[in-house]
Structures are given as C-alpha cells and as structure tokens.
C-alpha cells in the first residue's frame, strides 16, 4: 500500500473521494450525496462534466437540497466541489427559485458564512459566487442578514486577488438590496464606492 503512494500517477490525480466507502470521516455534504438525499448525478462528458437531476428542477422540493449543496460549498474533494457549486447554480437559475428560496434563507446563512471564511480561496470564490447567486434570486430579503458576511468580505478587499470579486459582489448586492443597504455596506467596508455614484 506504501508503495502505491511513492508512484508519480499517485502524485498526478486529484484528490478524489470514493462515495461508496465505509469510513467514518464522511462529511454531512458527501453522506447526503452518496445516500441520495441530493437527487442528481455526477455525467462525466468528454470536454466537460455536468449534473443530470433524477426529477425536473422546477418539481424539485428545495428543502433540504439546497441546504445540502450550501454546506458542500467547503469541499475540496473532487468531485464534490464541482457538484455542489454547480447544483447551487443550477438551483438558483430556476425562474421559479424565489419563493422556493425565500424560506429557506435562514438556514442557508451559516453555510455560506462558513464557506466564505476559508483560507482555500478556492472555497471562498465559490462561496462568494453562490452569495451573489443568492442575492440575485431573493433580492432585499438577504439585506438583513448580509451583515454577516460583510466583516468577511472587507478583509478580503484588502486582497488584490479576490479585490475585484468582492467588489463586483457587493454592487449586486446594492443592486438588489433595498434603498438603505448602501448605509449598511459602507457601515463595514467604508471604501466601497456605490454603483450609483
């Protein structure tokens, strides 16, 4: 077995989960996957891979599923990243995610939060994209919990690599907050210059 690890392929392949193991170490995000509690699955095309969902996204009951894929958003582990990242996006794509998501919101909070505190800039991109997701299918219904993330996010300005991202998240988030959300922003990250200026 020791052996198998000195092998330069060993070195070469992603780190990989196999979802059908026994080991105790499974996350909340891979049990739920592996069990089929989140009911799509991984297509592994030629170019690129993709998510084909056991039943229609515009039947699908949100409650827990995107829950599910929120607290996949800090997996490294491929393939899970791809699936959770790409089932929050196919998700919040639906025209009819709103009121699917609205009540929903409170327990989609501290998954994200997690997420975007991560040192893996991976994990926090991705958080960060599902944030501006979120904003953009609920609108000023995220306002009274954005102060959550806003301490996060204003360490992160201070980043030249992720100045930018923040940024442009935290125009959508004016953009689809109510008239009092500019206050708020500026309450935490007083260098954000408003979209409307």
Known sequence: ??????????????????PFSTSPNKSPFLNAFSSGRIPCRLVHGSVKNRLAWNTSIDDL?????VVLL???LRETAHPLPFISR????ELMSNV???????????NLINPIKLALSSNNDEIFEGALTALTQLSTVVKSELDKYLK?????LAKHMSNRKHRDMVNNALNVFEENG???ILIIIKSKIPTYCSIHM
Do not use: H, W
């Open 70 to 72: 929120a607290e996949g």
């Open 96 to 106: 009819n995610a709103a009121p699917k998501v609205i009540p929903l919101l409170p």
């Open 178 to 180: 109510d008239k009092d």
């Open 1 to 18: 077995m020791a052996a198998s690890l000195n092998r330069p392929s060993a070195k070469l392949c992603p780190k990989t989960i196999d």
């Open 148 to 152: 959550t993330y806003l301490s996060i």
């Open 86 to 89: 790409q089932g929050f996006t």
């Open 61 to 65: 009951n949100y409650d827990p599923v």
